[in-house]
């Protein structure tokens, strides 16, 4: 029971206020069976400036710092509707960034990172989930989401074919 109680997700609950029949919508955390990675717990290792998460089935994955701060998918960071970042990563991000404060929520569905500036960035669980580093053994191309059919890469020698 405890387990079905640990996976909780975002959802649109509306709720209906007892006065005036109002009817609003607002974010609420509620039991659903939907996400399949949660964390569990995170661990800082300062010496290499990543995060260790490990998640519900146990796994342990591994983020850089400058990562997470770098792709922070909050408002300020970026555009809604281009998804375009506002960040300048080249002028202003730290490549020695450390966090201030790392929460995980209760459910394991949000990792909440509070940076030395005070700005917070939240990471959804599967969204943080289908960008970890892959594991020894597991191949780089099975889990590489810009690996995917299709997609050709060039190199130089590839671009000075083209070019003869």
Not at 36 to 49: A, C, G, H, M
Request: aromatic residues 10%.
């Amino acid at each position: 029971m405890f387990q079905f109680l640990r996976q909780l997700s975002k959802a649109r609950v509306t709720v209906r206020a007892p006065r005036f029949n109002q009817i609003r919508e607002c974010c609420e955390y509620v039991a659903t069976a939907t996400s399949n990675f949660l964390v569990q717990e995170v661990l800082s290792d300062k010496e290499n400036r990543m995060l260790n998460v490990t998640w519900n089935n146990e796994s342990v994955s591994r983020y850089p710092y400058v990562f997470l701060r770098d792709n922070c998918r909050c408002s300020l960071c970026l555009h809604d509707s281009s998804n375009q970042r506002r960040f300048d990563t080249v002028g202003n991000l730290d490549l020695k960034i450390f966090p201030d404060k790392l929460e995980v929520t209760p459910h394991g569905g949000e990792l909440v990172i509070t940076w030395p500036d005070g700005h917070v960035s939240k990471f959804d669980s599967e969204w943080l989930h289908s960008r970890r580093l892959s594991e020894e053994g597991e191949s780089a191309k099975k889990t590489s989401f810009l690996n995917k059919k299709g997609v050709e890469f060039w190199d130089a020698k590839k671009i000075t074919r083209l070019h003869s």
